[in-house]
Each structure stands twice: as C-alpha cells, then as structure tokens.
C-alpha cells in the first residue's frame, strides 16, 4: 500500500515539473529572440522605442492609401494597423500588443530583424556598406529594413507566395550604371522594384496600395513595363496607367 502511494506521488511530481519545464520552454519561445524583445504589453497612448519598434513592422498594414508614421507614439493609427496585423494573422483583432502579437512578430523575423522571407542581400545587390548613395548608410539601410516589412505585408496579402525583388539600393555609381534617374529614391534605400512571378505587374501595383507605399509606379508609366516600382517619397504619386492606376 506505501509503495502504491510513493509510486502515485513521484508520478504526480514528475508530470508537474513536465508541466512546468514545458511552461518554461514556452515563454522562452515567446520572449527571446535574436532582433528585439518586447517586455511590456503595448496600447493606445504608450510610446517609447518599444512602440517604435512595433511600428516598423506594422508599416505595412496602414490601411489603403496611408502610410504609418513611425515615430513612437501608440495612437489611433497605430491601433488600427496592429488590428489589420492581428486580423491577417487569426489572432484576436483587439489592438493590444501582448503576448500572441509578440509570438507571431518573432516568427516573422529573423536575428538581424528582416522579416523571415526577405534579406539586406535582396535588397541591395548594389555594395555591402550600403554608401554612396543619396543619403548615410546607416539610413539607406534603415530604410530599406522598414521596407522589407511592408512587403512582409504586401506578400502575405497576396498569399504568402514569393514576391522577385530586382532591385533596391543604389549607391550613385550604381544608379548611374543603370540609367536611373537622378532623384531616384532607390539612392535613399526605399525603394524596390518588383519582377513579375506568381503575380503579375499590375496585381503587384494594385496591391501596393495597401502597404504603406506613397510611390508606385508600373506598367504604363516610361521605362516601367518590365518591373513594378515601390517606394517612400514625400508625397503619394502613383502612376501604372495599364493598370488603372
């Protein structure tokens, strides 16, 4: 009967510290990772580096034809792209950065904080110190980080099928090699131009629209038939007249 009771107690203790091992490992998942870690629940009305962070991924979900600043301030807009972020992803749609939102941002990026399926490489076939171009490097490839994740965005909309990126950064002697224009905002490391693959042009133009891009240009527009064009100029212009736009 004692060895009976021993046996059932060491089973109860060996499946709590299971348990609780398996806790652990979760959290660990959730809370560590190679880029940034979040270590508070964020919503409207906090700001820090913390939100600054979150709105560099967000960049792509701000709604058609707006674009979500990033300035480290958690208000309205920045509610209602998180609630698009949750809602593409099946998570609950409440605007509230916490654990689940934070879980699903880690799986989406890798160490150096680009997102999962797209690269610096991809993005600038160009040099590998991102200088020479129209502004630091530091600020070229900032930008073209913040890029990357708008077309995160643009790519999972579109069913999370590859999206062929041709070209991005452009040191001056590179844009010049090409014949890109002198204002070229592939100089400032915003820009990218995308090849047609599972999607055509103008279903890439089109969907665009919704990723926080204020430059599009495509199909129809000069020298543009062969590539779709995004970017983050100053002020919207969006030119792919064969395609509607």
Request: aromatic share 8%; proline share 3%; net charge positive.
């Amino acid at each position: 009967m004692f060895g009976r009771a021993a046996r059932l107690l060491l089973s109860i203790v060996m499946l709590m510290a299971g348990l609780a091992a398996g806790a652990v490992a979760t959290a660990g998942t959730a809370h560590a990772d190679g880029c940034y870690t979040w270590t508070r629940t964020l919503s409207q009305g906090a700001s820090g580096a913390d939100v600054t962070q979150l709105q560099i991924r967000l960049g792509g979900y701000p709604g058609y034809g707006s674009v979500l600043a990033v300035d480290g301030d958690f208000g309205p807009a920045t509610t209602a792209a998180l609630k698009r972020f949750q809602s593409a992803y099946g998570l609950s749609a409440d605007g509230v950065a916490g654990p689940q939102t934070y879980t699903k941002l880690y799986a989406l990026q890798d160490d150096d904080c680009t997102p999962v399926h797209f690269s610096y490489a991809e993005l600038n076939r160009c040099n590998s110190t991102w200088s020479g171009g129209a502004v630091s490097a530091a600020t070229a490839k900032s930008n073209a980080l913040r890029t990357m994740w708008k077309l995160e965005a643009m790519r999972h909309a579109l069913g999370d099928e590859p999206l062929r990126v041709t070209s991005g950064f452009r040191s001056h002697a590179c844009n010049d090699a090409v014949g890109g224009a002198s204002s070229s905002r592939h100089l400032y490391g915003d820009a990218a131009d995308l090849g047609a693959g599972p999607h055509s042009l103008c279903t890439l133009a089109k969907q665009a629209r919704n990723h926080g891009f204020r430059g599009i240009l495509g199909p129809g527009y000069p020298r543009h038939n062969d590539h779709t064009h995004v970017d983050h100029r100053a002020s919207r212009y969006w030119s792919a007249s064969t395609c509607g736009i």
